[in-house]
């Protein structure tokens, strides 16, 4: 059994905590954190764990803050660092780094990051459909973000399948999740300035072979980025085989919007409907109308729920960290706990 | 055991039949629709059902059209109403009128009707906190909207306890709900212009006895009317007599911005992490911090999550029109069943 | 001839300094501010003046600022401030602070605050309907902002002609500016804790013998905040009477949402349509089928441009601060300067 | 002198009426509508004209219509068709092409109609940019829409300077207009799944050399389409020459995020600050720093105001349908009028 700790746990971090919990080969070990936010209030049983698992304060300042709003705190993380095997680190971009220096490093324990770091904090960028391998025995392994996360498993499928020269995605993303309140816009198109964006060179730390552009723009949404993407592949195919490719990703969904799945939110309300905790959709959501072939060149649009997606992700990353199962196993060990189709 | 019938199962109904097959002391024998909508098929399980409860026509031409959408649908309504105790019907306004003329009436089959019907629909307006012993052994009737419910659940709280002389309650309301991509306003405040608006003797139907005025505006968010309240009461209280009286109301929920609840989308979230199916709440909210008593007024915000605040009033009126429990049993057991705090 | 500076040309400053110029007894003698903004881009002519009103400094450093950003900076305000009578003080609350006690005081000259800055900075508050005459001769003067000044002309309309005994006022704020990209909320409604809210207080600053109560929520939208408000009168009347009250207000416009005038978008397009500078609305707006009035209770609902309403307000400051006009005939040299109707 | 009617003054309509009437070579004998709105009220004067042009009903019906709502009607378009050299349609789709039918042929007075209209309307379609010579001694001509247009003059100008092998364009389209208040979104991001879109062959009817593929979104916004481009060129060149080419468009403009213009609602902002009527933006605009070259490949965002950026083509259309002039003395004549810079 592996030992996890999650270090910071707002909109990754309760949901990784959860995840973890549910795995039969790994234990949570604790959960750590600095601050009395609602979310963490609300994720916390009435004895003040995580069902069962001790909240720590990510440092002494923390857990005395923590404390001081009447959180039942356990100690600090530092004290029991000894006994836990991965930190998954879903702090702030900036405290990431520092954490790797000062307390998982010296203590020689194992971290998982997330897409917001910088991407020194870890050779391996990490994404279970593109390159589970590469994370194989390594200390330390950056899940990729959201949008990178969903591109890296359609691209994929694709890849595999038919061999892409060039892809260029465009991107319209969220502007704030759900709680984010003081998030904007309220009535704007922001463009990102910056392009290509960040986005397509993040792909190619998962896909290092894949010549992909990207552009993006901010929209006043809460639920779900949504990319446009044509590829161009090196050989014809047909929208069939296409979807075909995207029914055998472990984790991607061909949604229909003949069937009355024909926005974000209307997607949304599915998740709703099926139950997900949270409402949330760990899968990229392909639109099956959407997927259509001009001889070597293939379109079509899907939607990443920005909250969730990352989330199975952060379980794999440790089963290759600690060569524990094979990519498909691990896949599907997490997939089916988690209630993914 | 009594046999329930769902009619209609979209955003009020589905979630009325999710909880009706939770209750011991009734039964679930079919839910009814007419088309093949999204979350018609997102509620399904494989086999067709409703984990169990068989799909119906709500009428032959329904049954046609969700078969030939490739539901499967065991029959039509009207073939097994003798079977059905009461109907609970969630059709849009108009239908429910027609159905009680050439359905229900005509076979002897209780029903109960939700906000959007006509007033004449039933005599008994219904909220189980402010007038459960009305729909005593009662045929048809009516339960009140989600804001009038949100509305008689406060104001009954306050009035059993300090007396309530006038209420002003103004309503800012949610423009559409999540999954109604295609309803504004995208960037516009509405006003009602009826003033006052039919809220106010909407609640005189469960409190007749009420001097209430309100007045509402429509606004682009999705999840949650909000209302600003202001009573005047029979003699002079103070805040934590108040906040006690709506803490022993069992629907309604003091909620804290301090403790990071403090906007509609936080509360929201809250309901995402404790778990809630598809993030609902069932309970008024009120703001603790809004609660102000100025010698003999009391001012306080609360809010009401749209789709999911009848619910648990539909189950309620049923026990009171087989008259087969107490209010305080009923509002009991409906609530624990349904994991409302 | 007064020589009036504008201190800070944002929102409201490049509002007020475009107001001045088109006031034939007063001379804009520059405008200044520290930062090379879209919108000070925007509004100056080609020369780098504001149509050959010269651009100033605030302070050294942001003279510097701007022209390292390649505007045409023709000094700093402290050189000049001998030359001019009356700052209009539109910078953020706090600077203005700091500008009384540093440059206005020690230099004696006059000024004329915002509704963001410090109660303290000045004994009078302003709204031209309510008390002109108190600012009559005085140094320093704060306009109230653009809540209070509609809710001052509305309710000191009602109070002349009926006289009021007390008032709810529901406040449904807009989250931000149409250029403001960074606020939100995107998808929630805030409620103001602080209940009852600041605005009656702010509102008896200049109708001091009034009984008001106010609470507030936050929304979703970019043009306009929407007051529901409720008064209880010291006689009876008619609609009829109320509407011609609010008609024979300079600044009170009457609004028919059955004439194609039903939202808040809908009178942001009239005011567009008649070709209004930056669609400016600096009247309030009353929904004319809102005024409803039940034995000694009136209630209306109206609209308030946010970024409008106070321009008028702080050119008829100044008339009185100098004594240059009568109230009636300033109201009318400002708004008819301004094409208010 | 050419006699212009414009029958349906809506969004269209009325921008375009009040732009013929800037021209010195035309006159614009009439409007004409069949319903009193909220916005026709607004942009009439107080004699019920369109500051001297009278109002028209389109149909007996329609004349009957408005004078029953209070509007001044001269009389019936039909009645003074003769009088008439072009109608510029703004009516809504179908409408259009039944006064093709039913009072255009019939009368042999020639017709401009929009973007909606069937294809079939005319066979020419027209952007000013792109194929001014083609509308040249034409009957019917069809301006086409917004996006098209906006795509149609930015490619033109980057196909002319260094031609085009192939375009990528995404569009995220606004949900609905300022005064739109019952479209929505409020919380959704729609695709379009109809994949390409029908933008592409729209843009080919006026560039049929062009190879483009598009696809779309929609998404909670009222002020401005953004188009995410990615155009695959003839030859190598650099970002600087393609800006260049940018500057050289008359109705494209750049606009800096940089110097603050940094979203839809700050460009908003700048054409509210520099003074166009209704805020409008007749231009297409390209974000400067959004432009990137790799080796052959060029790509950058735009905007396109949906209200306002067709209304100088329809003027245009009209002098190349009468052959009036020259193209760039038309374009020149019709953006000077109008202010477009």
Not at 159 to 173: H, M, Q, Y
Not at 233 to 239: A, C, I, R
Request: hydrophobic share 35%.
């Amino acid at each position: 059994m592996v030992n996890v700790a999650v270090n910071g746990v707002g909109t990754i971090g309760k949901r990784v905590a959860e995840a973890v919990k549910k795995q039969e080969d790994m234990t949570l070990y604790c959960i750590s954190d600095v601050q009395a936010t609602g979310q963490l209030r609300s994720i916390l049983s009435e004895d003040g764990s995580l069902h069962g698992t001790p909240l720590y304060g990510s440092t002494e300042d923390g857990a005395q803050n923590m404390a001081d709003e009447g959180m039942h705190v356990d100690g600090v993380l530092e004290d029991v660092i000894d006994e836990i095997d991965v930190v998954i680190d879903c702090t702030p971009p900036g405290i990431d780094q520092k954490n790797k220096e000062n307390l998982y490093e010296p203590n020689d324990v194992k971290a998982v990051f997330q897409g917001g770091a910088p991407d020194e904090i870890a050779e391996v960028k990490f994404n279970a459909d593109a390159n589970y391998e590469e994370a194989r025995g390594e200390d330390f392994v950056k899940v990729v973000s959201c949008n990178t996360t969903s591109l890296s498993r359609t691209l994929s499928a694709v890849d595999e399948s038919f061999g892409i020269d060039k892809v260029t995605a465009n991107l319209v993303r969220r502007g704030g999740d759900i709680p984010q309140d003081s998030r904007g816009p309220i009535n704007s198109t922001i463009p990102v300035t910056e392009v290509p964006s960040h986005h397509g060179p993040d792909v190619q730390a998962v896909m290092p072979e894949l010549d992909i552009t990207t552009l993006a723009v901010k929209v006043p949404v809460t639920y779900g980025h949504v990319h446009m993407v044509t590829a161009e592949l090196e050989k014809e195919t047909s929208e069939e085989d296409v979807k075909q490719a995207f029914r055998n990703q472990p984790r991607v969904n061909l949604v229909s919007a003949g069937e009355g799945y024909d926005s974000t939110g209307k997607i949304h309300e599915k998740m709703r409907d099926i139950g997900r905790k949270r409402s949330d959709m760990q899968e990229a959501g392909v639109w099956e109308e959407t997927v259509s072939v001009d001889e070597e060149r293939v379109h079509w649009i899907h939607m990443v729920h920005q909250e969730a997606i990352v989330v199975p992700e952060n379980v794999d990353a440790i089963r290759s960290m600690f060569e524990m199962e094979e990519k498909q196993d691990s896949i599907e060990m997490t997939s089916s706990s988690m209630g993914i189709e």
